[in-house]
């Protein structure tokens, strides 16, 4: 183990009932125990958009929702997923009814330019829903993607 990666420990204090309902929820999740919560609760809270800087490598996914039949939405997604290709891994396209397509885009980038294309798609009429969603990449995952930089 590393340095970097060596456990320090530190308390936590809170009321009875505020740690009875933690223990309800991570019970109900399969946690082994409160620090592994813990560690996941403080890893959610740092990929927070809010939290990411603008020229962090990430991967993540963006959700889709849309009106298929909606006059040029398709192809404006299509022409659009082009453009963006270097940060488009993969997609995967399903059709939900008649009228509604789910599409997951998986991506790779610097966070302000998945954010740009995520932005580009929640502005078209037609579409319903859009959400980006990204983890942090690691330094060894930004070299091998020297275009990320």
Same mark, same amino acid.
């Given at each position: 183990?590393?340095?970097?990666? @060596?456990?320090? !420990?530190? %308390?936590?204090?809170?009321?009875? +009932?505020?740690?009875?309902?933690? +223990?309800?929820?991570? +019970?109900?999740?399969?946690?082994?125990? !409160?620090?592994? @919560?813990?560690?996941?609760?403080? !890893?959610?809270?740092?990929?927070?958009?809010?939290?990411?800087?603008?020229?962090?490598?990430?991967?993540?996914? &963006?959700?889709?929702?849309?009106?298929?039949?909606?006059? %040029?939405?398709?192809?404006?997604?299509?022409?659009?997923?082009?453009?963006?290709?270097?940060?488009? &891994?993969?997609?995967?396209?399903?059709?939900?009814?008649?009228?509604?397509?789910?599409?997951?885009?998986?991506?790779?980038?610097?966070? !302000?330019?998945?954010?740009?294309?995520?932005?580009?798609?929640q502005?078209?009429? %037609?579409?319903?829903?859009?959400?980006?969603?990204?983890?942090?990449?690691?330094?060894? #995952?930004? @070299?091998?993607? #020297?275009?990320l930089?």
């Amino acid at each position: 183990m590393t340095e970097k990666d @060596a456990l320090i !420990r530190f %308390g936590v204090s809170m009321n009875q +009932d505020l740690v009875e309902q933690f +223990d309800k929820i991570i +019970d109900k999740q399969g946690y082994d125990n !409160r620090s592994e @919560a813990i560690r996941d609760l403080i !890893r959610k809270a740092l990929i927070e958009p809010t939290m990411l800087q603008q020229t962090q490598a990430v991967a993540g996914t &963006i959700v889709i929702v849309y009106d298929h039949a909606f006059h %040029g939405l398709a192809a404006y997604l299509i022409e659009l997923q082009h453009h963006f290709h270097h940060e488009i &891994i993969s997609t995967m396209h399903v059709h939900l009814n008649h009228a509604q397509c789910l599409e997951v885009l998986v991506v790779r980038g610097v966070y !302000r330019k998945l954010n740009e294309l995520c932005q580009q798609i929640q502005v078209q009429k %037609g579409v319903f829903y859009a959400e980006l969603s990204v983890t942090h990449m690691n330094e060894e #995952s930004v @070299a091998e993607h #020297s275009h990320l930089k």
